[in-house]
Structure formats: C-alpha cells, structure tokens
C-alpha cells in the first residue's frame, strides 16, 4: 500500500514524505540495525568480500592466474601488490589503496573489471569499509603458507642424541640421523693421502707439495689449522667471494672501460680473510669502512658492472635512468650477498615471490643515495708514506720550475703559450682571411682546438668576426671522417662558453692548416684560440689584406715552451737561441715535466676504486621503475619484513650505511648467519645445504638439513663470527673426511648426495686447474698483491680484447691476480664455467664439453708448461724412463704409479718424450678433480 501510495505521489511530495519520515525515524531512534552496517558492523571477508572477489576478480587473479603479479585471495599478496608497483590495499587507508582507485574507475587506464560490468556502489562501499577496518582475512584464506622458513628467527637446535663411533663432531649427528631416516649409512674414511690432498685443494685451491704427502705431518686437525695459517687461504677463499658479487676490472657494458684502481679492495678481500676478520667486522667494513678510515673495502659497493650517467646520453632521461641503474647495482650486490634476496625483482613492481613491496626497493635504495661510483683516496700508512714523498718531490719540481724561469729570462723568450685561452696581440691590419698553418703538436697527435675566434680592433665595438652569425666561413686541411662532429664549422659556432663538446680535429697527425674567410674585410688586432688535449706548438698565423698580400703575425718561436710541449731538441726552432740552449731547455723541461707527474700523483695519495659519499639526494619510488615518473619520497630503510634500521628522515649518508651495517650483522638478523654459513657449506661440499645460495627466497630451494644450518648459525655467531673456526668445525667432521667413492645401493637412493653419505667428489675450479698446473711445472709465482697480470693486450672502449698467446713470470702469478675483464672470457681456462663477472655467480655451473679436453691436451700454456714439468722431473731424476714417470706421478697426483700405470707411461715416454707424459697427467681425472 506505501509502495502504492509512493508510486502515486509527485516526485516533490514524495521527497518531502521520505524527509519527514526518515526525521521521525532519527529522533525516536528507530534506526534500524542496516543503517550502519557499513561503518559500525565489522565487514566479514567471507560473507562480503570474497563473493565479489569470486565472480569478478579471481578468474584472472585467483589461486590459477595471476594476470599482472595479483593475486586476490592472499593477503600478504594483497599488501605487496601487483606489476604496477603499488601496494594493492593499504590496511586502515582505503582513499590510498590501488584497488579502490581501479574499481571506481579513478584508473582509466586500469579500470576493473575489465569487461562491461563494474562494480556497484554497494560492492566498492563494501571494499572500501573492508580497507578501512583492516582487510581482515580468515588464516585459511589469508595465510595459507607461513611465513617463509627463511625469514623465521634461527631456531636453536641440540644435535641429536646418537651414539656412534663414527660420530666426532655435533655436523655428524645432524647428517647420520638423516641418512638412517632413509636407510643409509655414511661412507668408511677417505685413505689419508686423498683427505690430505682434498684439503690441500679445498682450503688453499693448490695440490700438497710431494714431502708434504710423504712425512708424517700430524693430525688431520694440525694439517687444517697449518692450512689456514698460510697466504694461501686468503688468496683461494676471496675468489670465491669476488664471484658472488661480480667483482671485475672494466665497466662492462659497450665500452668496458678499465678501472685500473679496482685492485686494492681483492688485497683488501684477502688480508681480512687471512686475518680472520669477524664476519659482522666484514660487513662492517664493506658497508662503511670509510667512517672508520678504511677506505679500500668500499670496493664491494661498487664491484658490479655499470654505466655512469653521462655515458648513455647527456639528456635528463638518460642521466636519471643510469643514476637508477647504478644503485640497483649496489642493491643487488648487497642484497643477494650479506641477505640471499633477489631484491633487483622489486625495483619496477612489489616482488612476486617474497614479501617485499617496491617502496621497501626504494627505501633500501635510499640507504645508499649518497653512494656514487669512483676513487677515493686510501688513508692509513701507505698514505702517509705519499704524502711524505709527495713534499720531498715538491721542493725537487720548484728547484726546476726555478731554473726554467731563470732559462727563459737569460734567452729572452716569452712567457709560454696559454692553450686554455691563447690570445695573440699584433698591429691592426686590415684583412678579409686569416690562415693558422700547424707545424707540431704538444704530443706529435692530430692538431685539436675548440675555437679560433678573430677579434676586430676598437676598444668598444671590438666583435668576433670569425663567427658563422657574423659571416664567416672555415675550411681546413681536413677533418677526422670517422665522426662528422670534428668539423670546421666547430671552430665559429661561438658555442665554447656554454660547453663546447666538439673541436675541430685534423685527420692527421702533427701538422694541419686552418683558413677563415671574413665576410668582409675588417681591421683586426687579436686572434685568440683554445686548447684540445692535442694543442699546436709551434704554428703561424697569417692574415690577407684585400690586395691579396700574405702577412704572418704571430708565431711562438719567439716563446718559452709550454711545460706539455713533448718535441725532441731536434724539432725545436727558437728564435735567437743556439742548438746547445735548446737542447738543455728541452732537458731541463723534460726533468720538470717528470717531476710535475710525479708530484701530482703521490699528491693525490694512493687511490682505490669505489663508493665515494656525496650528500644523499631524496629518494622516491618510481612507477614501474621508470625514474621520469616519481612517487611519494622514501626514507632509508630494510625491507618491513627484516624489522628497521632506525635511523631519522634526512639522516647523514654515512649514517645509513653505517646503521645498515649493524643490522644486518645483528645475531637476531634471521638470514646473515645462515647466509654465510651456506656458502662456507657450499665451498666444501660443492654445493650447500639451501643450493640456490644467493636466493632464501620462495623461489629457491629448502634446505636439506634445516637443523643443521641453524645449529651451525648459532655456533658461527657464538664463535664471534669466526670463518677460520667454521671452517675447522665442518673440516673436522667425519661428513667431510668421508670416502668419495660410490656406493651402488646409496646411489640407488640419493643420486645427488643430498644427505651426504659420501664425500661429493667435483671438477676443479679454473684458477684452482690453472694454480695447479703451474705449481706441478715449479713455475707458479707466489708474487701477492699489488696490480694485477694481463690475461689480454689491454684495449677497451668500442674495441675488444685480444687474448695474449705468451706469458711471462709475472703471468704465472696465482689467477687471483689477473686482472678481470668483465665479459670476457680468458683463454684456456674460460671453458671451465669461469664467470665472466657479467651476473652474481654464488655457483658456478659445471659443464662437460670438448673444448675443455681440447684446451687442457692442446693449448699453448699447457704444453709449455708440460715442459717445464719435464725440465723438474729431469732435474729431480736422472734415471730410466720408468724412474722418471714414477717421480712425475708422483709430482702431479701425489701418489706413486701402478705398475700397469708405469709400463704404458714409460712406453709412451720413451717413444714421445716425457713431456708428452706430462700432458697426459694434467688430463686424468685425479689431477682435474677434487678426489
């Protein structure tokens, strides 16, 4: 009847009617209990939410498909978010949620559902009112996984209580209950000679001498503890810490351009492992060494591979883009080695996989705003040793520098060119051309200047009238073809004063000729140019009068010369002095020139590349990574799920680095120590108990043996974060000094060795192949530190390098030493998966291919090597071919030969030679794998 009666009321009387009636509805307060249930009742996720996620969300966002990285019935999904980068609700904030703005539509170009059926307004009212109480989720809906195993706090765990004799430390305990779980029993020990040399191998990446193996060296315990005293360690331990952040001596990228200071953090690297520096020390000191005074170790921000802004283009675009791609770099080399995150996953949208959103991407990046890439001066004893030197060469270069002012006033001569900004006065002359003819250049190169500007007289109306806007036009004797850029026209473009990038340049060195002609004649009196690196020496400069007549008026034979000026005494011509004067101006230049070098350098003090601390500049989070499109600003921060760093908005650039450090080397951080651990695992074994090491994400693996990992956790953090002490626990377990030989029914069951019932035999390491080679021949050069060996005849740039073919003593040095190219593979050794420093390689790969046979039987270093190893093994032995190949058995595989062994290598000895038996030797399996 009421609907009757509304039907029939007018549109004004039916207003009023529902006013008056919903007045006396409130002040009697009969409202009903739906009134507010949008804003007093608690929405229910299952009864409200979920049936519109069902029908119009979770087709193309559901448990199936994740179109775009969403997935809407997952709550922690929901707080991280999609592609797009946003956060897809915020709890509490619906007005900043991303999934209210594309429902209403204040997305356009992400309007949901995609279809012709949007949401009502009382499904969207539902979704906001959700938001805004909390976007509470049932645990069966929301949390279907816990959270990750690697991100809970490290459990402490008591070794089982087994009692066997095999057992001889707690690591045996964890590992037998877990073959006994599966019906298998670890392997009898490895015979004395082949753990001496698998240790040899494991902790120095070198084979035992043969007078090591022969007399009785101790206990197995004093062998390890002996190991980790010697050089040695530190220089096979860092390689394995050099691949897990990428480190190399070039760019990468096109130009590949050297950093010929880069080597100072590998003797860094070295030394700490040596001295057993704490592990939360390490991080201490890579992070923030330079608040400390240790310069060197800042290396590691800046190992990976990068091109600087200004390098992709000068334009705000590229500038920003390459900032960006700069700090990812420093974002992933933190990340995936102190934390075992994929972190760079976040930099365009929330990671897909692990709890981390894109703005916790920014924030991190944030810590490291002040961050820039490239030297700085190394401070500490070796600098105050420059700083001496640089005072002694001082008073030495003002003694010449005296002497030569002194020269210049007894010959008569000119104060020396000034290329920044050379200004030639003459008469006023009435011209309509001018010529510069070059004779010499500074360093005999092709003449080089950025202008040539020609002054008329007067002292108000005075005017360039060499510029193109004035009339004038140039031509020169020729001009570098292979950039178009290096034209003529450079030098009346009027363009120097507001950063002139592009000089004139001749195609051919030392000399040249430059010709401007005027639109008309003018009266001039003063011609000024300015310097390229390549500057002209020694040069006239003639003008034309309308007549046609040539007049030169100015030349610097009349001038003392220009302290860069490089010419021998014989192509020197000054006007007024002798042959005799000119060759000691020359000399006594020469010695000042030497003088000035060595001056600036030790006055710059010893340099290392890496991060350099600039002011930390706002930090935002970008749209889909793109630095054109800036977000809210962030603060400086660990991703929300590894807790805060606590440090204040605006704080000091140091001050990030420094707070980053601590937290991450905090015993309640739940991934450093279990990080780290899993690598020195790895290293041993070949592979570690979580077997994607730099990823403890949900795309890596689990561990195999959980316990353990986080017993030996705790026991390294115990230890004050010893790895010497890690490294004697695990090598002195009855695990590691197992046989590696394989047993028919444990194969049949754990194929890949995951509970280590046997010692997991593998091929060696190239550098270790390599050391190895060397040390077998007696040629391995023990020189430590300092630059690097070249692998390649240095280039660079747009070229490539070019593999050299012979070495010296200095290239037989540890491969440690050899300076890296980032994408380039060594000769010979590359074959073996040597990384080329192009990605993070926390673990090598380990293929079998032809090439590695080929280069190991084939190669020039091999054979040479070969017979050097022949040369030893004759000095050593003067007998039979059979005492002969005995000796090199035993040189190269640490054992004497079997019989059957001796008569082939004594046959194939006498008939080829025993370099050919050498060769032989460093192909078995015994020499090229860790036994």
């Known amino acids: 009847m009421s609907s009757n009666f509304l039907n029939a009321t007018k549109p004004v ?34 009864r409200d939410i979920r049936p519109i996620f069902a029908e119009h969300c979770s087709s193309c966002h559901g448990p199936e498909e994740q179109e775009s990285g969403l997935r809407l019935d997952d709550r922690e999904n929901l707080l991280v978010g999609g592609d797009w980068g946003d956060p897809t609700i915020v709890p509490g904030k619906s007005d900043e949620s991303f999934l209210i703005r594309v429902v209403s539509g204040e997305e356009p170009d992400l309007k949901m559902p995609p279809e012709d059926e949007p949401l009502t307004a009382t499904q969207i009212e539902l979704l906001r009112t959700w938001i805004d109480q909390g976007a509470s989720m049932p645990k069966h809906d929301a949390s279907k996984h816990p959270q990750h195993w690697s991100l809970r706090p490290i459990a402490v765990v008591e070794p089982p209580a087994i009692d066997d004799p095999w057992i001889a430390n707690p690591i045996d305990a964890f590992v037998l209950t877990r073959l006994r779980e599966a019906g298998l029993e670890p392997s009898s020990r490895a015979e004395p000679r082949v753990l001496t040399r698998r240790t040899f191998l494991t902790l120095h990446g070198l084979p035992p001498a043969q007078k090591t193996l022969k007399q009785d060296s101790g206990t197995h315990a004093e062998l390890v503890d002996h190991l980790l005293r010697s050089p040695r360690y530190g220089e096979r331990w860092a390689q394995h810490w050099l691949d897990v952040i990428r480190w190399a001596e070039t760019t990468g990228y096109e130009t590949n351009l050297a950093r010929p200071r880069a080597w100072p953090y590998r003797d860094w690297l070295i030394q700490a492992l040596n001295d057993d520096m704490p592990y939360d020390q390490f991080i201490f000191e890579q992070l923030a060494g330079d608040t400390i005074g240790i310069d060197a170790a800042l290396g590691f921000l800046v190992a990976g591979p990068v091109n600087l802004p200004g390098q992709i283009g000068k334009d705000e675009e590229s500038m920003r883009q390459a900032r960006q791609d700069a700090l990812d770099e420093v974002i992933r080399t933190v990340s995936g080695s102190f934390l075992g995150l994929t972190m760079g996953c976040a930099r365009c949208h929330s990671h897909k996989f692990d709890p981390i959103p894109q703005r916790d991407y920014y924030a991190f990046q944030a810590i490291f705003a002040g961050i820039q890439y490239g030297e700085r001066r190394l401070r500490g004893e070796e600098n105050d040793r420059w700083t001496a030197e640089a005072e002694k060469v001082k008073e030495k270069l003002d003694v010449a520098r005296n002497g030569l002012e002194a020269l210049r006033r007894e010959l008569k001569l000119l104060p020396p060119l000034s290329p920044n900004n050379h200004t030639e006065f003459f008469e006023p002359m009435l011209a309509d051309t001018v010529r510069m003819e070059i004779q010499s250049t500074n360093h005999s190169g092709r003449p080089t200047l950025f202008e040539l500007e020609i002054w008329s007289a007067g002292e108000t109306t005075s005017k360039n009238v060499a510029l193109a806007t004035n009339g004038g036009q140039a031509t020169a004797s020729s001009f570098a073809l292979e950039n178009q850029s290096r034209h003529p026209d450079n030098l009346i473009d009027g363009i120097l004063r507001t950063g002139d990038r592009f000089p004139w340049i001749a195609n051919s060195a030392g000399a040249g000729w430059i010709e401007i002609k005027l639109a008309q004649a003018e009266t001039i009196n003063r011609i000024v140019w300015q310097r390229a690196e390549e500057f002209p020496v020694d040069y006239d400069i003639k003008v034309r009068s309308p007549n046609g007549d040539w007049t030169t008026v100015a030349h610097p034979r009349n001038r003392m010369l220009h302290p860069e000026d490089t010419r021998p005494a014989d192509k020197v011509t000054l006007e007024g002095v002798d042959e005799t004067d000119v060759e000691n101006l020359v000399a006594q230049l020469a010695n000042a020139r030497k003088l000035n070098g060595e001056y600036n350098r030790l006055a710059a003090g010893p340099q290392v590349f890496a991060g350099v601390s600039r002011p930390a500049e706002p930090s935002y989070r970008l749209k889909r990574g793109d630095p054109m499109q800036r977000m809210e600003q962030v603060e400086p921060n660990v991703p929300g799920v590894l807790g805060s760093i606590g440090v204040a908005p605006g704080a000091d650039e140091s001050v990030r680095r420094v707070a980053l450090a601590r937290h991450l080397a905090n015993p309640e951080n739940p991934l450093t120590a279990r990080v780290m651990v899993n690598r020195i695992w790895q290293h041993h074994f070949g592979a570690g108990l979580v077997r994607t090491p730099s ?5 890596g693996e689990e561990p195999t043996h959980p316990e353990l990992l986080d017993w030996l956790a705790n026991e390294f953090v115990r230890s004050g974060w010893s790895v010497k002490a890690l490294h004697r626990l695990i090598l002195s377990s009855s695990t590691f000094c197992q046989s590696h030989q394989p047993r028919p029914e444990a194969l049949s069951v754990d194929a890949d060795c995951h509970m280590l019932w046997r010692f997991p035999p593998r091929r060696l390491e190239a550098e270790v192949l ?10 391995l050069n023990l020189d430590a530190s300092g630059p690097g060996f070249d692998f390649f005849n240095q280039s660079g740039g747009l070229s490539d390098y070019v593999p050299k073919e012979e070495f010296d003593e200095s290239g037989w040095r540890r491969m440690i030493y050899a300076k890296k190219i980032r994408m380039q593979q060594i000769d010979v050794f590359g074959a073996f998966d040597c990384p080329d420093a192009g990605q993070m390689t926390a673990k090598r790969s380990r293929s079998i291919t032809p090439i590695q046979a080929l280069n190991l039987l084939n190669s020039t270093f091999v054979n040479r090597q070969a017979g050097f190893f022949a040369e030893r093994v004759r000095a050593l032995s003067s ?14 595989l640490g054992r004497p030969p079997t019989k059957a062994e001796t008569r082939q290598l004594a046959s194939l000895c006498e008939q080829h030679g025993l370099e050919q038996v050498a060769r032989v030797l460093f192909n078995t399996n015994e020499f090229v794998f860790l036994p």
């Open 770 to 779: 390599r050391d190895s080679i060397l040390q077998v021949s007696g040629k």
């Open 695 to 699: 990823d403890m994400g949900k795309m």
């Open 879 to 892: 007998g039979d071919p059979a005492e002969l190949v005995s000796r090199a058995v035993e040189l190269a």
């Open 13 to 46: 009387q039916r207003c009023l009617f529902l006013v008056g009636a919903w007045g006396l509805v409130v002040a009697f307060g009969w409202l009903p209990a739906w009134a507010d249930e949008t804003t007093a009742t608690p929405i229910d996720y299952l």
